[in-house]
């Protein structure tokens, strides 16, 4: 399998450091199964669901753009498939909040292509900037978003769930907050080169970075096949 450079992703970086909108799909462990990296540039539309939108209205919008002959590229978050699940039972007050965006897709044309089983790429490796990126970052202030005491009393609230029943096993995490500074575009190179995964994400959406470095296979639909790998815990 042909990996991306250290030279290549630099230049890449520096390209998207300059552009509002993008989806980068970044497999930086091919194999087999995952033999292409794909970039998404120059989105023609957004379709965001928000709280208190109909899901199922979103998912029909969603698959209109595909039948269309569009691509998708972005991200959807776990309380969708909660407001989902809640709009079925006819519950979904807890995601009424319209400032809260639950899913935020781009819609574009086609995507840059890296075949990882070739080297064959039309990435935008060649950049005028000859691959410089600031090298200068600042993460400070590192800290949890609740207390011991809240932590523990959510635990207590998982184990009573389990011991009426309701469920049989609860991944209850909790979020580390942080200031950052500087350059997204180095994180992602450092943080790419200590957490090399076959599934690896960075999306911006003008002022909002995602950087997402996941080893697991959630889904994955090929024709009328479903392939769904996650690791152990998460189904």
């Known amino acids: 399998m042909v990996r991306i450079q250290d030279s290549e992703l630099a230049c890449m970086l520096s390209f998207l450091a300059r552009q509002e909108e993008f989806v980068l ?3 930086s462990r091919p194999d087999h199964e995952n033999v292409e990296s794909l970039l998404f540039l120059n989105p023609v539309d957004r379709l965001v ?3 208190g939108d109909n ?3 979103y998912l029909e919008a969603l698959q209109q753009r ?3 002959g569009l691509y998708l590229a972005g991200w959807v978050g776990y309380e969708f498939g909660a407001m989902l699940e809640g709009g079925i039972a006819g519950d979904s007050e807890l995601f009424a909040d319209r400032g809260t965006t639950l899913a935020d897709l781009g819609v574009f044309l086609k995507p840059l292509r890296f075949d990882h089983s070739t080297g064959e790429n039309n ?5 005028s900037a000859a691959g410089r990126i600031p ?3 600042l993460i400070e202030n590192i800290h949890a978003n609740m207390t011991e005491e809240e932590f523990i009393d959510a635990l207590q609230v998982v184990r009573d769930y389990i011991a009426a029943g309701d469920t049989y096993q609860v991944n209850y995490t909790m979020k580390l907050l942080f200031g950052f500074q500087g350059s997204a575009e180095r994180l992602y190179q450092v943080l790419r080169r200590n957490q090399s995964v076959a599934y690896g994400a960075y999306i911006r959406n003008r002022e909002e970075r995602i950087l997402s470095f996941s080893p697991e296979l959630f889904f994955r639909k ?3 096949e479903i392939t769904a790998r996650p690791m152990k ?3």
């Open 25 to 27: 799909l970044d497999t």
């Open 49 to 51: 669901c928000r709280g």
């Open 55 to 57: 899901p199922l209205d």
């Open 66 to 68: 595909l039948t269309d």
């Open 123 to 127: 990435f935008p490796f060649e950049d």
């Open 135 to 137: 090298d200068d970052f």
């Open 222 to 224: 090929a024709g009328d």
């Open 233 to 235: 815990g998460t189904a």
